[in-house]
């Protein structure tokens, strides 16, 4: 599809999706995660570890506290960020129906899908992680359909981008990990290729992996006894994974 189209749809997708933005009543966890940010712009070098003191990895709430520095507000900017991150699906759309080749109709039929999903909705108006690990999942796992699929002759950027992916994506939420057997098995598809470039993608899952787990068991007290789950269950993650054991042992 002509990139013209593709921009415009793009647009319409800010358009619709920034109408507002502000409206939408405060989460609970969003509260939680724009707090610290605040916290982070009073006093940045004291407040430095502070997402990860509170059991929450820390890359969204720095980029959200550097936009609160810049622009005052961080609601608007934590939702805004949502919204640009998620516009970005648009383009992922259009990359992935070139690199498979897939009709035109396909990729309007794909792209109108998300501008009207009830779920990007929902989720584009609150400041919390699902955007951002939704996106940064999506494209690791297309770049590494990329460094098979692809007719590029040049890996090496394509290389350098699935590992800041890769990196965002373990650095904003553990789930992040969830798309990594997808993206493992790709990379083990293109085995066919010279050994070199074989080599450099396991060893940029590699440095991505020792990056997330360095951060993980820097702070793995804190990151497991998350009250991100108290919503549904009022308990920690280390509290109530024993009862989830125990129900399923029961049944």
Same mark, same amino acid.
């Given at each position: 599809?002509?990139?013209?189209?593709?921009?415009?749809?793009?647009?319409?997708?800010?358009?619709?999706?920034?109408?507002?933005?502000?409206?939408?009543?405060?989460?609970?966890?969003?509260?939680?995660?724009?707090?610290?940010?605040?916290?982070?712009?009073?006093?940045?070098?004291?407040?430095?570890?502070?997402?990860?003191?509170?059991?929450?990895?820390?890359?969204?709430?720095?980029?959200?506290?550097?936009?609160?520095?810049?622009?005052?507000?961080?609601? %608007?900017?934590?939702?805004?960020?949502?919204?640009?991150? %998620?516009?970005?699906?648009?383009?992922?759309?259009?990359?992935?129906?070139?690199?498979?080749?897939?009709?035109?109709?396909?990729?309007?039929?794909?792209? /109108?899908?998300?501008?009207?999903? *009830?779920?990007?909705?929902?989720?584009?108006?609150?400041?919390?992680?699902?955007? *951002?690990?939704?996106?940064?999942?999506?494209?690791?796992?297309?770049?590494?359909?990329?460094?098979?699929?692809?007719?590029?002759?040049?890996?090496?950027?394509?290389?350098?981008?699935?590992?800041?992916?890769?990196?965002?994506?373990?650095?904003?939420?553990?789930?992040?990990?969830?798309?990594?057997?997808?993206?493992?098995?790709?990379?083990?598809?293109?085995?066919?290729?010279?050994?070199?470039?074989?080599?450099?993608?396991?060893?940029?899952?590699?440095?991505?992996?020792?990056?997330?787990?360095?951060?993980?068991?820097?702070? /793995?007290?804190?990151?497991?006894?998350?009250?991100?789950?108290?919503?549904?269950?009022?308990?920690?993650?280390?509290?109530?994974? *024993?009862?989830?054991?125990?129900?399923?042992?029961?049944?």
């Amino acid at each position: 599809m002509k990139l013209n189209i593709i921009f415009l749809f793009w647009f319409l997708f800010l358009a619709l999706y920034l109408h507002n933005i502000t409206d939408f009543p405060v989460f609970e966890d969003e509260g939680q995660y724009l707090l610290l940010a605040d916290q982070i712009t009073k006093d940045p070098v004291k407040n430095f570890y502070i997402y990860l003191q509170n059991g929450l990895f820390p890359l969204y709430g720095y980029i959200v506290a550097i936009g609160t520095k810049i622009f005052g507000d961080s609601l %608007a900017v934590a939702r805004v960020l949502n919204v640009f991150l %998620a516009s970005s699906l648009v383009f992922w759309i259009n990359s992935i129906t070139k690199l498979f080749k897939l009709p035109i109709i396909f990729t309007v039929s794909a792209i /109108s899908f998300i501008i009207i999903s *009830p779920i990007l909705i929902m989720n584009t108006r609150v400041a919390l992680l699902d955007i *951002p690990i939704m996106v940064f999942t999506a494209w690791y796992i297309y770049l590494s359909a990329r460094l098979i699929y692809g007719e590029d002759k040049k890996h090496h950027p394509y290389l350098l981008l699935l590992l800041f992916f890769l990196c965002a994506a373990f650095l904003t939420k553990p789930t992040g990990f969830f798309g990594l057997p997808a993206a493992v098995l790709l990379m083990m598809l293109s085995i066919k290729e010279r050994k070199k470039t074989v080599y450099l993608k396991i060893l940029v899952y590699l440095i991505a992996l020792a990056v997330a787990f360095s951060v993980y068991f820097a702070f /793995s007290g804190q990151i497991k006894n998350d009250a991100g789950s108290s919503l549904v269950t009022h308990l920690s993650i280390s509290q109530f994974i *024993p009862q989830i054991k125990q129900n399923l042992w029961l049944t």
